[in-house]
């Protein structure tokens, strides 16, 4: 989508996402895990994690019927490590090969989720 479109704003939240195709029915939002520790295995383990909420604030803004979390493993930069972090955890690429360093988790548009997610938020914003 162009540019100028790419954060939304319904008055109650307020979004920016990573990745929406042209003509695409769904919204996609990467985030990178730097250590085995964070990065979910398995669909149902990336499903788990916090960011269903803000999947499910994009479908709201951007009107869409699905939405992926992709978690990608990669090595953490050695400029970021600290002297007690464990390396193992760390340096990814010894112990998950290529071809399974992506994990996606897919939701589903919910309009009665959507709703008290809203009536939540908005009564945030009140206080």
């Known amino acids: 989508f162009p540019s ?8 109650i939240i307020t979004g920016e996402p990573d990745l929406i195709a ?7 939002d990467i985030k990178v895990a730097w250590s085995l520790l964070t990065f979910p295995l398995t669909p ?6 916090t960011y269903e909420w803000q ?4 479908m709201c803004l951007f009107d869409l019927p699905e939405w ?5 493993a990669m090595d953490t930069p050695e400029e970021l490590l600290k002297p007690c972090d464990d390396p193992k955890i760390h340096f990814i690429d010894s112990a998950i090969p290529m071809h ?3 994990t ?8 009665e989720i959507e709703k008290a997610m ?6 945030a914003n009140e206080c």
Request: hydrophobic share 30%; with cysteine.
């Open 55 to 58: 999947a499910r604030g994009y």
């Open 22 to 28: 042209t003509g695409s029915r769904k919204g996609v």
């Open 118 to 123: 809203l009536e939540k938020c908005a009564a």
């Open 4 to 11: 100028h479109d790419r954060r939304r704003n319904n008055g």
């Open 100 to 102: 399974h360093r992506i």
């Open 104 to 111: 996606v988790a897919t939701f589903n548009r919910d309009m």
């Open 44 to 49: 149902e383990q990336a499903g788990k994690k």
């Open 68 to 72: 992926e979390i992709a978690y990608c």
